[in-house]
């Protein structure tokens, strides 16, 4: 016991650990308040430890715990990870990673001041929902344009500036849930809509859409179900059915594509995807989608459709709520800069990284593993899958080299590649950790390899 009472003894007070060298600096760059706050914190630590039993680890260790507190309580929280699982759009890790010319796009706008919403021809005020319109409409074959701040915005100001307190019409089988909380239904009744289901979870038809329709309704809507299928005995009507169906009672045609591709999915081995131009060629008055899914970009929702229509949306009230900032639209006028110029594949990290082949990713697998020298004699390589995720191409999946990491204990490998630095963040698949290259950018291999070295 009374060791425990003379271990305690040993502890400096605050005021003395204020008084040493490293203290004056700390001050400097935390301020006094944060410097009191980690010694006191630091010595509550070593006050239980030694309740439990441990020795006062002297005073070099205490300073340098109060240093490590110091910098813990000013590190950013978001911060870069290496992607290892394979899933391209993966959500939880931000989605789409951005191309040099977005980067570069993004500096300049938000280094200096931009044109934003300034007319320079005639050196008035000008609008910021004009950027970037013109490449929409020349990509997607759209009359007008709009940006805003994601996709769950865009859907819910188109809904409730074309269709609050009227009725809009969807099947049962397209109230889908997005993540993250974003719900079909919901987002309806946030924006004052009336939603009408109709049909059921497999097979909806034109003629439940026809019975339904009232003198209350606006519009109907089509969503993509972007994030899972339904398989077997389904039906849902041809966008040109819907099309036909709305001009015959004067309806808008709102349609939801979530994903929003420009470019075919098919030659890379993926079931077709809707593209934005065969919306909008199909006749639908308004199609939204996302800008940081399959078009690689940065967070955005982007709505295309009839000028007249996309008026109305520019002058309602909640847009100014759902505005983007001068640094995405820089980003996403450079992205859709590469489809433009038709090099989105080269230049688009997604696509490249979706464009990768088997040959490709098996010879990175094993120049992987024969940088890591010894440590890498427990690895082996296994044929795998890449998914899209991000709410896109539900269950379709592209052939990978998967490196697996040796060790008996795969949950605790798989958290100190979290928690280290960098953080990687890897899939456990048959009890291993494995790695999945396609998304581990080049530029990042050579810090996987040095932390692998360290960790087997
Ligand atoms: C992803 C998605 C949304 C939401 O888009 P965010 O950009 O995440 O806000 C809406 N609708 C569909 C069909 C989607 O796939």
Known sequence: MSSVQDELRRLPAVDQIMLQAPAADWIQVYGRDAVIEAIRATLDALRGDIRRGAAYPGEADLLRRVQDRLEQLVAPTLRPVINATGVVLHTNLGRAPLSTDALEAMRQAGEGYTNLEFDLDSGRRGSRYVHAEALLCRLTGAEAALLVNNNAGAVLLVLSALAQGRQVIISRGQLVEIGGGFRIPDVMAQSGAHLVEVGTTNRTYVRDYATAITDETAALMRVHTSNFRVMGFTYAPSLSEFVALAAEHNLLLLDDLGSGTLIDTQPFGLTHEPTVQESVAQGADVVTFSGDKLLGGPQAGIIVGKAELIERLRRFPLTRALRVDKTTIAG?????????????????????????????????????VDALGPAGAGCALWPGRSMIGGGSLPEESLPTMLVALPGDDSTALAQSLRTGQPAIVARIQDERVVLDLRTVLPSQEEALIARLRQLL
């Open 332 to 368: 996403i006028q450079a992205n859709l800069l590469h489809y433009v110029k038709g090099e989105a594949v080269s230049k688009i990290p997604i696509w490249q990284m979706i464009a990768l082949s088997l040959d490709e990713l098996a010879a990175r697998a094993k120049k992987l």
